[in-house]
């Protein structure tokens, strides 16, 4: 049933706008009473925390996917770009609409960043161009892979984006051998 009222949600979400997301329309379009909803949500804010949270898992998912290069720097300015557009579709709104649950919303954003972590950090792993010379006990990849989920989230929030400043300073310290003017 929780899932069932999710997939109401979103769909409402879809069709009607967050502005007009409430328990009674859920309740409505998914033929329960009210009182239903309420036996699996607190409110309308939980509801949209849990589409959040869905909706930065799957987004991630797809991003990982849709990225096929081996090459650690030509998938981060293609990560730059996917999460751009998804953060201005309906992933910025959830985020916005998350008015009564602040503190549980930069709870979920924190474990969508970890996820994130987790696919720079198997990124730099599978990099066939990467020498294993780059790394030692104080330089690791998990410490690498924190500072540019650290700086891309950065970038994404800015304005004014220092992208390709951000990609000359990865080439030089991931491929210090090779041409950085790439």
């Known amino acids: 049933m929780r899932e069932t009222l999710l997939n109401t949600a979103r ?3 879809e069709e009607e706008g967050l502005q007009k997301l409430n328990i009674r329309s859920i309740a409505k379009k998914a033929g329960v009473a009210s009182g239903t909803v309420y036996n699996y949500f607190s409110g309308k804010d939980e509801i949209l925390l849990a589409l959040t949270k869905e909706y930065w898992k799957q987004a991630l ?19 730059y770009k996917y999460l751009k557009q998804t953060i201005r579709q309906a992933a910025g709104a959830f985020m916005n609409s998350l008015n009564g649950v602040q503190q549980k919303g930069q709870e979920s954003m924190a474990s969508a960043q970890q996820e994130l972590k987790a696919i720079l950090l198997r990124r730099l792993r599978q990099d066939p161009h990467l020498s294993d010379h780059v790394w030692n ?10 500072f540019v989920r650290m700086n891309l989230i950065g970038l994404l929030k800015a304005e004014e984006t220092q992208m390709e400043f951000f990609m000359a300073v990865i080439r030089r310290i991931l491929y210090p051998d ?3 003017k790439k």
């Open 137 to 146: 006990e104080e330089f690791t990849e998990e410490s690498f892979a924190e």
């Open 11 to 13: 769909a409402l979400a």
């Open 178 to 180: 090779l041409d950085v």
């Open 61 to 79: 998912l797809e991003m990982d996917d849709a990225i096929i290069t081996d090459s650690f720097c030509e998938a981060l300015p293609e990560m």
